[in-house]
């Protein structure tokens, strides 16, 4: 894994634009990374099917800001369970329409559906390559995203997107709420 990489990239746009400060943000090793984190986030599958697994129901994107810039669509996004509307990832991905089959796009476009159920229902063949595991703190765009009460050291992970030609499909920073709000509802 690099060691010069932006952590938070691509998030850092939306900083950027917003004209905030990015959150205390530093690199965790695989083998540091504690449980339940480690098997939701230390792994080369896609976010959105492992964490339907995990809460036991499927989730929805809400897109909290958006930019399309000719092929490159950029979103800031919250997963949340479809039932309880609980958020259970915040994030941000940079995609890169050019590198989608052309019936793919507008499912993109439609900001409904995670990208991970766009490309299983697609059948995109891609793989999935972390590049790095972060510690980020939870300041307050991120705890206002996951309605957090309290600030909290939370995990996520630089994650790049690629199809079987090694095209960069999309590049992504996925964080996770405390592990208690990932718990499936009893």
């Known amino acids: 894994?690099?060691?010069?990489?932006?952590?938070?990239?691509?998030?850092?746009e939306f900083y950027a634009e917003a004209g905030l400060d990015l959150p205390e943000a530093r690199r965790v090793d695989e083998e540091a990374v504690p449980e339940p984190y480690k098997s939701l986030l230390v792994h080369e599958s896609d976010m959105t099917p492992t964490l339907q697994r995990f809460c036991k129901q499927s989730v929805h994107i809400r897109a909290?800001?958006?930019?399309?810039?000719?092929?490159?669509?950029?979103?800031?996004?919250?997963l949340a369970l479809d039932r309880e509307e609980r958020p259970v990832e915040f994030g941000a991905i940079k995609i890169y329409l050019q590198n989608f089959p052309w019936q793919a796009r507008p499912?993109?476009?439609?900001?409904?559906?995670?990208?991970?159920a766009i490309l299983h229902s697609q059948g995109i063949a891609h793989v999935s390559r972390p590049k790095a595991f972060v510690q980020v703190w939870a300041d307050t765009l991120i705890s206002n995203a996951l309605n957090l009460k309290e600030a909290n050291w939370l995990y996520g992970r630089r994650n790049e997107l690629l199809n079987f030609s090694k095209q960069i499909l999309a590049e992504i920073i996925e964080i996770l709420p405390p592990?208690?709000?990932?718990?499936?509802?009893?």
């Open 1 to 12: 894994m690099q060691d010069d990489l932006n952590l938070l990239y691509p998030l850092t």
């Open 64 to 78: 909290l800001k958006t930019h399309l810039n000719g092929n490159v669509y950029s979103r800031q996004v919250v």
């Open 107 to 116: 499912l993109i476009l439609e900001e409904q559906r995670p990208l991970g």
């Open 179 to 186: 592990s208690q709000n990932l718990q499936p509802a009893i």
